[in-house]
């Protein structure tokens, strides 16, 4: 496990492929692209009591020259592409407008910043209410806020990496009858390690069972790691875990009735 694990840093300037040579509107659009989530805002703010702000997913993808193109859904996954972002030529503003074409469009004006990019809707409430107001973006985590007031809806996103692996669940676990050799065996799944939830089903029954992966930092030590957790799905509760540094290269878990292991995608 340890010859796995790598610095954050180092990894979140790797995974967004930036050279010096670059110009720093390609900077941009190269730290955009890419997908992230703010499940441990939530969790943290579920645990703490406070004000929830809605579980989101934003997924910026490039789709040529200088055009982005952005979905933002609920909960773990993207969802369809809404808006388009065009980087204007010669400068660090983006045009932002519907992909479908229809409705208004408006624009971003972006500062370079020691981490990466700010970004502020020119002018102020310009854009449509479901797009931020400002943005910040680095090689591991996107903010999004509505404004700069103290009282502003701000969501605090981690670019998201994805890990391949497997899942073996003990049929005898949700069958006694079952042989205690007969093992429910999923390949290929694909989990991202913000809060992703992979529910195990038995030829498309539920099992009442989950794996979760998720980045989390514990506040009583402050450490922050990697957790592989099996959850039970009828309240929620996570029944076992393993744990290891985040963004190590593999992961896994054993509890004899259920086993699974992830390796993290380059």
């Known amino acids: 496990m340890k010859r796995g694990l790598r610095g954050a840093a180092a990894l979140g300037a790797a995974a967004v ?51 982005l193109v952005l979905s933002v859904a609920p909960g773990q996954a993207p969802g369809e592409a809404a808006w388009a972002f065009d980087l204007r030529p010669e400068s660090l503003d983006t045009a932002v407008a519907p992909v479908d074409g229809g409705g208004p469009s408006c624009s971003y004006r972006w500062q370079a910043q020691a981490d990466g990019f700010a970004g502020r809707q020119t002018p102020p409430r310009s854009c449509p209410q479901s797009l931020p107001g400002e943005w910040r973006v680095s090689a591991t985590h996107l903010l999004a806020s509505n404004g700069p007031s103290n009282d502003a809806t701000r969501y605090a996103a981690r670019r998201v990496r994805y ?16 042989p ?19 529910p195990i089903a038995d030829a498309g029954e539920p099992t009442g069972y989950a794996v979760e992966l ?53």
Not at 163 to 178: E, F, Q, S, T, V
């Open 17 to 67: 492929a930036l050279t010096a040579a670059a110009s720093p509107g390609e900077e941009l659009l190269d730290l955009l692209t890419g997908e992230f989530n703010n499940h441990e805002q939530v969790w943290q703010q579920k645990l703490d009591g406070t004000a929830q702000v809605e579980r989101r997913h934003w997924r910026f993808e490039r789709t040529g020259g200088k055009r």
């Open 163 to 178: 890990y391949r692996g497997w899942i073996a669940l003990h049929r005898h676990r949700i069958d006694p009858n079952a």
């Open 214 to 266: 998720a980045r989390l930092t514990y506040q009583n030590t402050g450490i922050a790691v990697l957790k592989l957790g099996i959850v039970d799905q009828a309240d929620g509760e996570t029944l076992s875990y393993a744990w290891t540094a985040p963004l190590s290269d593999r992961v896994g878990i054993n509890l004899r009735w259920v086993q699974a292991g992830f390796t993290r995608e380059d």
């Open 180 to 198: 205690e050799d007969d093992v429910i065996l999923i390949r290929k799944v694909r989990l991202h390690d913000e809060g992703s939830v992979f």
